[in-house]
């Protein structure tokens, strides 16, 4: 059974950093693309950023770039996010997600973690 | 960036209704579109991916049409279960994004 479990969510001043972390279970961590996917409360979902299987390639939405960086440690099954000069807009849950492998099914987030709540607030 | 635009944003229905929720990309996305569902206080479900592929386990009561700018979800049949709300999302380019999000609610 797949599972993604995230962790490192909290309250955290506007400026401050917080990282974070995502635990994969049940499918080959390693063949997949991941991605972090977020959601202001009460609000749609926005896609904050994907890593290539092996690390190589990262992706980022214009309003995180050069704030935040997508990692992963495929040794440990692990997906992280650390997240510096935080501001209000960025609270949310965050969701780990895995995107589908299939030639069919790109850039499709098949597996969500249940999420971990972020709120940036002085 | 595309701009995903979905409609109504809420819809009241009844068990057993047939319920259809529309999807527009500002740009042409082919086929590159999925759709998901989404429970109060739950992480999103893909339903359907490629504009009408059902994704294992949803159930055929699910359907997915549509190519270019236009898309649509339809479910035959709304069961308790599906009352939630509903997000479209396109993957043909970066940055990858979502519909606002259509709520079906009990009527």
Do not use: H
């Not at chain 1, 997508?70 to 995107?99: F, G, H, P, W």
Request: net charge neutral; with cysteine.
């Amino acid at each position: 059974e797949v599972q993604l479990v995230e962790s490192g969510g909290g309250l955290v001043q506007p400026g401050g950093s917080l990282r974070l972390s995502c635990a994969a279970s049940g499918f080959t961590f390693s063949g997949y693309l991941m991605s972090w996917v977020r959601q202001a409360p009460g609000k749609g979902l926005e896609w904050v950023a994907n890593i290539k299987q092996d690390g190589s390639e990262k992706y980022y939405v214009d309003s995180v770039k050069g704030r935040f960086t997508i990692s992963r440690d495929n040794a440990k099954n692990s997906l992280s996010l650390q997240m510096n000069s935080l501001r209000s807009e960025d609270t949310a849950v965050y969701y780990c997600a895995r995107i589908c492998s299939t030639t069919t099914c790109v850039d499709v987030f098949d597996f969500w973690g249940q999420g971990t709540m972020v709120t940036v607030s002085s | 960036d595309i701009q995903m635009t979905q409609s109504p944003s809420s819809v009241s229905a009844s068990v057993g209704d047939r319920v259809t929720i529309t999807c527009r990309a500002s740009q042409d996305i082919s086929s590159w579109l999925a759709w998901y569902q989404q429970r109060p206080g739950k992480a999103p479900k893909l339903l359907i991916f490629v504009a009408s592929s059902l994704q294992s386990g949803v159930p055929s009561r699910f359907s997915g049409s549509g190519s270019g700018t236009d898309f649509t979800l339809t479910i035959s049949s709304l069961q308790p279960e599906d009352f939630a709300t509903y997000f479209c999302q396109q993957a043909d380019s970066y940055p990858l994004t979502f519909g606002g999000g259509t709520k079906v609610e009990i009527k």
